[in-house]
């Protein structure tokens, strides 16, 4: 078949079929996968023309859904005859507008650094288990009796050492006072040199008499804990090198006085100490059996803190007998500042004023020592011990005085205002046909549940009028001074006059009794039980004491009936309104045993009564103002001799800074510190 004109093409004598729908899409393609099918070979066709481009206008007309394939947009009508033309798919724009393309920007991909070179790993360690702190481990006491049998052995050697100490002083001091008066007696004109040389004698022997206070001060200042025993050591050997120093050519006096009177000191200090100690000692370990204490308890009544006598203890009495008072405590920051200070000084001194180092600091620190400061806590509780000792009381040491700090309430029980045996019954009367036996197995059951002072004897009325045991149902306590239970389906009443009067209860004539138990049965009077109140002049000096003391007051955690502040009042002769009354349930939980949970005991009650706590409360009160008041004349003369003495050495005025200037100074300082110390020992 030649190549002609597609108008002219000749159809041959089978009228070859239309093209089907498959044969188009194969021809064109279109949207799905094209397959190909399997054809026989058939012999080489001339090559058609390629048909020519459609363009399609701009805004085409919608087609139909039911219309498919193109159509001639010039002619709409086609012959008759004309062959069927193939359907070819058109594309039918969508209603949305066209989206300008714009070519997409290149993002610069980050280049991937090299991979670093890993380093040869190690094999790992096996974890250490982290160090556990361990608690420093508390100091071990002994117990009461080892302690006293080493006081009693120190007894001795320090009284006999204090005395041979105080001649040892008494000679120092009226040398210097020969020497510096010029007022050498016959046959002893010695030059200076010789009584220079005398005075660092007589030093030297009175620091081998005073040989543990320089034992104390090498131990404080191991410990990281320097105090005056350690500004002694350190003042001594610095006087006796200053004394070597100046022996020379130009002999002068040393302070070989000064520092006598402050070794004394420190050793009476050390055997008031002892003395203290062994009659504290001495009244614990009379104790027989269980020991009595008085406990503190912080907020045991509302917001106040409450002092009870309960039972104690004495595992932890040895410890707080031995812990450090005030005066220590204080001292273990004085001493390290005035060492450091005074030696600052002295060299300050020495570089700029061009003055004697040695001097500057013996002057210096022996006139900032406070003389009596082993006196100030001692000697007033070795006086409040001996007189604890006598009643029967023992402090707990400086933890104990704390303890007694601030406002306090007093607590007292039924034993404490009526001892054991000092109640006792008058007489007793039934009414309304009821047996004893009865009213008495009623009333003791109701007194045994309210664990009142009046147990004991109705113990022994109801052993004596073979009373019939009872077990309560319930129990009620009223706060008009009675109580109430349920016995065997009865209603039981126990209580005052008063109380029965409220209640309701019918009393007959010639039942006012003022002390006396009441008992009703279903609100008929069963019985009259008249009771006698004796007053102890032990507990109305008790009494009396810790009203006079400033920031103590009494509460009256009583758990009889009869015991109100009116009756209290008016059995001890004192004001009824320094009585707290609290209402039965406060009281009730004030005197049982749950009440001083948690406290801390202050004193020691050898005697299980009202007066040796009362006592030993006041005391321990007064003994802190004491002490408080020496401190401040103690801190008072260290300080005013080291500035005092700081300036002389500056000015070089050593002549007012003279040996026998400083020993004057020293000992007028302890006059005031020894009188304030008798006052509180007295």
């Keep these: 078949m030649s190549e002609k004109n597609p108008e002219s093409w000749e159809k041959p004598e089978e009228a070859e079929a239309p093209y089907s729908l498959e044969d188009i899409l194969n021809e064109f393609g279109g ?142 001091i009226a040398v210097t006072c020969f020497v510096h008066l010029d007022r050498v007696p016959a046959g002893l004109n010695l030059p200076v040199e010789r009584w220079c040389q005398i005075l660092l004698g007589l030093l030297l022997l009175g ?70 100690r062994r009659r504290s000692l001495r009244a614990v370990l009379s104790i027989q059996g269980t020991p009595s204490a008085a406990v503190r308890c912080r907020r045991a009544w509302g917001n106040r803190d409450c ?37 600052a000084l002295a060299g300050a001194c020495s570089a700029t004023a061009q003055r004697d180092f040695l001097q500057c600091w013996a002057t210096m620190l022996t006139a900032s020592i406070p003389v009596t400061a082993g006196l100030t806590y001692w000697r007033p509780f070795a006086a409040l011990a001996r007189r604890l000792m006598r009643s029967g009381a023992a402090l707990c040491g400086w933890n104990g005085v704390r303890r007694l700090l601030g406002h306090c309430c007093v607590t007292l029980s039924d034993e404490d205002l009526f001892p054991k045996g000092t109640v006792t019954m008058n007489g007793m009367k039934m009414f309304n046909n009821f047996t004893i036996h009865q009213v008495v197995g009623y009333t003791y059951a109701v007194l045994q549940q309210t664990g009142c002072g009046l147990e004991p004897v109705f113990h022994e009325v109801f052993v004596n009028q073979n009373g019939r045991s009872c077990t309560i149902d319930n129990f009620r306590r009223y706060e008009g001074g009675g109580v109430g239970a349920g016995i065997q389906g009865d209603v039981v009443l126990v209580g005052s006059l008063a109380f029965m009067r409220a209640m309701g209860v019918e009393l007959p004539e010639g039942t006012n009794v003022r002390q006396a138990i009441y008992c009703a049965v279903n609100g ?70 749950f009440a001083t949970a948690g406290g801390e005991q202050a004193v020691i009650l050898a005697r299980d009564q009202f007066l040796p706590m009362a006592e030993a409360v006041t005391g321990g009160r007064d003994l802190y103002g004491a002490v408080m008041a020496g401190l401040c004349i103690n801190l008072l003369s260290g300080l005013v001799g080291l500035g005092l003495t700081a300036l002389l050495c500056w000015l070089g005025a050593f002549g007012a800074a003279s040996p026998f200037n400083l020993m004057l100074y020293g000992l007028a300082w302890t006059l005031p510190a020894l009188l304030l110390t008798s006052i509180a020992s007295r």
């Design 31 to 172: 949207w799905s996968r094209h397959t190909e099918p399997e054809e026989p070979e058939k012999p080489e066709e001339p090559k058609k023309p390629e048909p020519s481009k459609v363009e399609l206008p701009e805004e085409p007309d919608p087609v139909p859904d039911d219309e498919e394939g193109l159509e001639d947009p010039e002619d709409d009508s086609e012959p008759a005859d004309a062959p069927e033309k193939p359907r070819i798919w058109q594309y039918r724009p969508s209603e949305e507008p066209e989206r300008e393309w714009k070519m997409p920007r290149l993002q610069r991909q980050p280049v991937e650094p090299p991979p670093k070179r890993q380093k040869r790993e190690k094999p790992e360690k096996p974890e250490k288990p982290p160090k556990e702190k361990k608690p420093k481990p508390e100091p071990v006491y002994p117990e009461p009796g080892a302690l006293f049998q080493e006081t009693c052995k120190r007894t001795g050697g320090l009284a006999m050492r204090r005395r041979l100490l105080f001649l040892l002083t008494a000679a120092a």
């Design 207 to 276: 620091a081998f008499c005073a040989y543990d206070v320089f034992l104390g001060g090498i131990v404080q200042l191991f410990r990281l804990r320097p105090g005056v025993d350690t500004m002694l050591t350190v003042a001594t050997v610095i006087t006796a090198a200053d004394g070597l120093a100046h022996m020379g050519e130009e002999p002068r006096l040393s302070l070989s006085a000064l520092m006598l009177v402050e070794l004394f000191f420190a050793l009476w200090g050390r055997v008031v100490a002892n003395r203290a």
């Design 307 to 343: 002092l009870f006598r309960r039972d104690g203890t004495l595992d932890r009495y040895v410890a707080d007998l031995e812990s450090h008072d005030a005066v220590s405590r204080v001292m273990a920051v004085y001493a390290p500042l005035v060492l450091v200070a005074s030696g």
């Design 524 to 593: 008929q009077l069963a019985a009259v039980f008249a009771l006698n109140y004796s007053p102890q002049t032990g507990v109305r000096v008790g009494l009396s004491t810790v009203l006079r003391s400033r920031g103590l007051s009494l509460v009256l955690a009583t758990r009889d009936f009869f015991l109100t502040p009116a009756a209290v009042s008016s059995k001890y002769k004192i004001p009824g309104t320094a009585l707290e009354y609290p209402n039965a349930e406060e009281r009730a939980r004030l005197s049982g045993p």
